[in-house]
Nanobody, 120 residues
Framework: QVQLVESGGGLVQAGGSLRLSCAAS????????MGWYREAPGKQRELVAG???????NYADSVKGRFTISRDSAKKTVYLQMSMLIPEDTAVYHC??????????????WGQGTEVTVSS
């Protein structure tokens, strides 16, 4: 069984920074794509940033230049460094990962979510 455990959310003032972490544990054979999604009240879940196993990152236009995604393959962990936060970044942030548990079993997993609140 695979689990994704997030940490690092909280309350921060506009202009501040937070760093989210997401660690995979359990039957992890290999990790392909890892990413962060967010869900704000009344809005659909959106992809904030993602990174491939080769290290290629992509970002939503709304966070480009402010957020940085990175991964530590040895630790099976993905990070999201968020800077210059604005109230519109307030949401529950979910980690997601495309994980192979064996040579024949591959699926997407989701973390439980961590709340980020940015006050103005």
């Amino acid at each position: 069984q695979v689990q994704l455990v997030e940490s690092g959310g909280g309350l921060v003032q506009a202009g501040g920074s937070l760093r989210l972490s997401c660690a995979a544990s359990g039957s992890v054979f290999s990790i392909n794509f890892m990413g962060w999604y967010r869900e704000a009240p009344g809005k659909q879940r959106e992809l904030v940033a993602g990174v491939t196993s080769g290290g290629t990152a992509n970002y939503a236009d709304s966070v480009k230049g402010r957020f940085t995604i990175s991964r530590d393959s040895a630790k099976k962990t993905v990070y999201l460094q968020m800077s210059m936060l604005i109230p519109e970044d307030t949401a529950v942030y979910h980690c997601a990962a495309d994980i192979s548990s064996s040579s024949s079993l591959r699926r997407n997993y989701w973390g439980q979510g961590t709340e980020v609140t940015v006050s103005s």
